[in-house]
């Protein structure tokens, strides 16, 4: 419910009233809801109870530095072990296959398997926990601002490049794209962000949506 964007940022999930809607048990909602909170999906403030987080450019920002940090150490370690990487393979392909009619979750979820396929190539057990840790915040900012994207062989074709060096063993080339597709995803989020404060104001600006699929 939270990454498919039908809970409103700032939502207040009430514990009587969605543990019958889910058909469970009070503690095992508050179980849940203590593990959202440590993914970061969830804040719990006094008075207020169990929120939905509201994800603030700042946020944006800090999350994508982590998400980069991780990613390019990721892409030094594939490189220097020479691993091939057959599942981000399958991700481009899953994107270059997909109708141009394909969904927005479609399109961020083979998007996030290339991505995990990366992570998981470095064969470092402690770098993936790291980025279990990020990964579901880095979907929040995808769920609450609903960027518009690319057609998806265009989404495959921008990842396709990023993989190109990886293949190669071009560790200067591969820092150089996954540096410049991450900080565009920033600031394309943010610039959505922005344009959705403006909408809610009652005051749109000038921004055009862009593609924030990363």
């Not at 057609?151 to 990023?162: D, F, W, Y």
């Not at 063993?169 to 959505?192: V, Y």
Request: charged share 30%; aromatic share 4%.
């Amino acid at each position: 419910m939270v990454l498919d964007g039908s809970l409103e940022p700032g939502a207040r999930l009430r514990e009587t009233e969605y543990s019958n809607r889910l058909g469970i048990a009070r503690h095992t909602f508050r179980a849940a809801t203590q593990i959202l909170i440590g993914e970061g999906l969830l804040r719990r403030s006094p008075n207020r109870g169990v929120q939905l987080a509201v994800l603030d450019s700042d946020d944006i920002t800090d999350i994508f530095r982590l998400r980069a940090a991780l990613e390019l150490e990721a892409v030094r370690l594939v490189i220097e072990a020479g691993t091939e990487l057959p599942d981000a393979e399958h991700a481009v392909e899953q994107l270059n296959n997909l109708p141009e009619s394909a969904s927005w979750r479609s399109v961020v979820d083979a998007d996030m398997a290339f991505h995990r396929a990366i992570i998981d190539g470095a064969g470092s057990e402690r770098l993936a926990r790291a980025y279990d840790s990020v990964q579901s915040e880095i979907l929040l900012c995808m769920a609450q601002l609903r960027p518009h994207y690319d057609k998806p062989s265009q989404v495959a074709r921008v990842h396709r490049e990023l993989l190109e060096p990886l293949a190669k063993g071009d560790l200067e080339l591969a820092e150089k794209r996954f540096r410049a597709h991450l900080d565009k995803a920033t600031e394309n989020l943010t610039d959505a962000l922005k344009a959705q404060e403006e909408v809610a104001a009652g005051h749109p600006g000038d921004i055009l949506p862009q593609s924030a699929v990363a």
